[in-house]
């Protein structure tokens, strides 16, 4: 974690998750084995939502909330999982696994079941997991649980794997396992992420660039304290059907379109007939945002941090008006918090229907930025936003130098 992150002002999710030397020292205790902790960071998405299984571009970046593993070998053939926020443990048999059920071991559980059908050998293992990442607030924490157990196991079993494979496998944990039916961007960035920067990614090549985010800004993160979850069923999934019908009636008038990320708004309008009204307007979204994203990286490499900001509340206004992902408390955070001084642009980031905004701050106005917010959201709806002001980290890895 590094000093930008304000002590004040963050969130320890549940309040009882341990630092890298607590989880150790816990996992010791509990298992009589020495430790070794791995680490996996949520996100905060600048631009580009729902763009990432359209084959578009995201700009998503990690933030210092992670997931932690504390993780030492076992013999036989037992995976033991202990959960210090939910103090919880689930033992199960590396060679029968259970279904998966609405449970937070469901995440592990499932990445081990990809790993398994991928031909890895999944060593025998206790882990210890602790994190700080806000549950349900469109910050990525099932992501950070799936990459930060797939790089222990693989840390544990001595097999190192490039950073979109890990990614793809978690991702195909969430999908095929635990019925999430999510893109790549989240499990992505927990893998690749780089500390100063954004990570422009290609969801289709699966390669990226880095965009420096300037170090005199902030990314300060309102949690409306409305919940968001994707693994629900609910309105991700609906959503996403509405994305793909968009690109069927695409595909159909203009068959090398495979993709929206093939589809430009004038292709959009030719089918329009051809698609409901929701359909329609969600993919205006998908297509706008994938360019917000390329248009936000011309700005950033411009240094334009004022056009740039202009585009995060753009993004913002689609989102709203043409995806219809977002809600009351999420239009009125973001509406508080783009016209504080000192703010260049804000919205809501993630999945949507609830969570967060994400708000490009400069780094002198941050805490009176926290203040402010704070009190004008709770003006307007009553409701208490726990604000974090984020820096941004490296994607996951194994902590060294622990004693
Ligand atoms: C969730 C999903 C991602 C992505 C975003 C929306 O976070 O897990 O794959 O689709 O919503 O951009």
Redesign the pocket.
Known sequence: MDSTASAGHELRAGRTNLDSEALKAAHEATEGARARIFRAPGRV?LV??????SGGF?MPAAINFETMIAASPLAGRTLRLRSIEFDETVEVDLDSLPAAKKHWSSYPLGVVWVLQQEGITVPAAALTITGDVPQGA?L?SS?SLEVATATALLGLAGIEIPGPRLAKICQRAENQYVG?P?????QFISANGKQGSALILDTRALTFELAPIPQHLRLVICNSMVKHS?ADGGE?ANVRVQVEEAAAAIHKLKPEAKELRDATLEDLEAAKGTMSEAAYKRGRHVITDSQRVLDGLALLRAGDIVGFGKVLNDAHRSYRDDFEASCDECDVLQEVGQALPGCYGSRLT???FGGCTVNLVEADAAESFVDAIREGYRAKTGIEAEVYICSTADGAGEMKGLA
């Open positions: 998405n580009g939502e729902h763009t990432d299984y995201c469109g990525s992501a999430a999510c893109g790549i961007m989240d994707v991700y993630g999945g949507g």
